[in-house]
């Protein structure tokens, strides 16, 4: 078992406290040397067992914890101190930073109250965050890119997806800034420069369409059924231009796709 101890005093507020940091992987005994430390601290009574902290992932760890602590006491014949043990704040991480914010809510300025949440409450806890800051302007545009990319395209999921990831890996909001100014210069890089306006690539790529359409029908009037699906794909992706609602998926079909081998095309 890899054991890392940090031995106080490390002061927190007005009172020092000693901090003992145990990792390792499952199955490795931290449960066992977590009951040694609990009894070694009360029998030396350098903790008071009421005052102890100890939080876990699960409630089953939870218990399993209190249970190998107060056994070894008992043991020791520390019959008042396992009895004592019962009040201290062992649980989960939720169950004992909840218990605080309880029994220190009005201190905190906070409801007695509280409730960990659902995953339709988070979901409207985040609707509510981004009502705040995106403002209905700024929505709109974000909306528009259902119609560019992908017809399930939900903006509020997306972002969603990428405070989790920030959370996971510990990206402040700065670290946001710097990622997203990273990501613009590679998808730039990526894309090479432009000098052209939106209006004038529609353009250009409407006529590419057109031409190419017409240099089929002029070579010949091939009816295999490989070129009327191009032409048809062809026809659509036209279509969805003109009403400004052209996907980059079929565009990129249409690129990748062509008609019998013997026609050419311009696109």
Known sequence: MQVLQLRGPVRT?????????????????????LAELLDQSISDASARPEAILATTFTRQ????????????????GHGQAAQALLTARIGTVNAVCGALVTDFSF????SPELRVLDDVGAELELERALASVVTD?????????QGKFDGKFDWHYEVRQLIEGARA???????????????IASLDECLGPTTETETSLDNALLAAIDQTLADIATVTADGTGVTRKYCSLLKDCRQ???RRRLRWGSLGKAWQGAPRKEIGASL
């Open 240 to 242: 969805d231009l003109v």
């Open 137 to 145: 302007e700024l929505s709109d545009r974000l909306q528009a890119f």
């Open 107 to 110: 201190e905190l300025g906070l």
């Open 61 to 76: 760890a939870a218990a399993e914890l209190q249970n190998r602590a107060r056994t070894r006491l008992l043991q020791n």
């Open 13 to 33: 507020g007005r009172c020092p406290v000693n901090v003992h940091i145990i990792t390792a992987s499952a199955g490795t005994g931290k449960t066992t040397r």
């Open 169 to 183: 890996n510990g990206i402040d909001a700065d670290g946001m800034a710097i990622s997203a100014r990273r990501s």
